[in-house]
């Protein structure tokens, strides 16, 4: 059986992952510049070989944070236009986003696993 949820529960859940999706976006900015004075500051083989270790993985983090995003907007989007076309749609209980949550989920443990490998890879080589 589905759970089912007011549209504003659903609504201030979706604003709440934009806000990580946008904080891991401003993060992710910051570590990119971390990792370039890194890259800039040793010649070393084996730190050059963790940077693009390290770049690979922000280069796909920047590419999920854009399609959570985009994921993100369009189930808002899609909500909002189930309330336009219902008179009632704001007493309406629709199905809860567990698929969704569950991606968001995994999105903040896989990034914090990788801040974490980054930030002990900054104080190794600093």
């Known amino acids: 059986m589905s759970t ?4 504003t529960e659903l609504h201030t859940e979706i604003n ?3 806000s990580k999706v946008n904080f891991v976006k401003d993060e992710l900015k910051t570590f990119q510049d ?3 004075s890194v890259s800039a500051q040793n010649t070393a083989q084996e730190i050059k070989m963790k940077v693009g270790h390290f770049e690979s993985i922000f280069i796909r983090q ?10 993100l907007q369009i189930t808002d989007n899609n909500l909002g236009d ?3 076309g219902n008179p ?3 007493r309406v209980l629709f199905d809860d986003l567990v698929e969704l949550r ?13 801040k974490t490998d ?3 890879f900054l104080s190794e080589s600093l």
């Open 34 to 36: 971390q990792l370039a």
């Open 82 to 84: 189930k309330v336009k």
């Open 4 to 7: 089912k949820k007011h549209i």
């Open 16 to 18: 709440e992952w934009k």
């Open 88 to 90: 009632a749609g704001d």
């Open 118 to 120: 980054f930030r002990r």
């Open 102 to 114: 569950d991606k968001i989920a995994v999105f903040e443990k896989i990034w914090s696993e990788n």
């Open 62 to 71: 920047d590419e999920v944070n854009d399609e959570l995003s985009h994921e």
